[in-house]
């Protein structure tokens, strides 16, 4: 008769006999290690997060200024003047576009302006004109600025807050 007591396929379920001081008992091991892993698990994971906010955040700024400097250089920006601007000045309807395209940014905490620079024929180099003096030609400049909290606590210790600017600038029709 077998040693495997006659049934085919037990051959190699069959009890191995440990050798003594070979192999060490492992109780609390995974658990040890879990602990050890888990919160360097969770700094890259909220890192990854607050990565992709700012990023988020920052191309939420470039569009939202692209969009209001697109719209204040066409010829029919006062008559597309958000509701609740008055008087109905460049600057201010642009801004409004700008704080108005954002989607989520916190609105209160983005600071817009905008300049309007013109080309000096003299000397080839770009002065700032007054915002009401604007025509075609011109360069419309719009800048947005806020401030970007970071979420994961101890990276937010080392690098604190954050400034995120998004700038445009385009020709005036």
């Known amino acids: 008769m077998a040693r495997d007591g006659g049934r085919p396929g037990l051959a190699r379920f069959r009890r191995v006999p440990r050798e003594r001081g070979r192999c060490r008992p492992t109780r609390g091991q995974a658990l040890v290690e879990f602990a050890m892993v888990v919160p360097l698990f969770f700094m890259v994971m909220f890192g ?12 939420a700024l470039n569009q939202a200024t692209r969009e209001a400097a697109r719209y204040g250089t066409v ?7 958000p509701a609740g ?3 109905v000045a460049r600057d201010g309807c642009v801004s409004a576009t700008t ?10 905490a983005v600071v817009v302006t905008v300049a309007c620079q013109r080309l000096d024929a003299r000397t080839g180099a770009m002065g ?16 947005s600025r806020t401030t970007f909290t970071l979420l994961t606590p101890l990276v937010a210790q080392f690098l604190g807050s954050q400034q995120i600017d998004g700038l445009t600038q385009m020709t005036v029709n």
């Open 75 to 81: 010829p029919s920006w006062a008559a597309e003047c």
């Open 85 to 87: 601007v008055s008087p």
């Open 99 to 108: 704080v108005g395209r954002l989607a989520g940014v916190d609105r209160g």
């Open 48 to 59: 990854l997060i607050d990565l992709g906010r700012y990023v988020y955040t920052a191309n």
């Open 128 to 143: 700032t004109v007054a915002i009401d003096g604007c025509r075609t030609n011109d360069v419309l400049v719009v800048t």
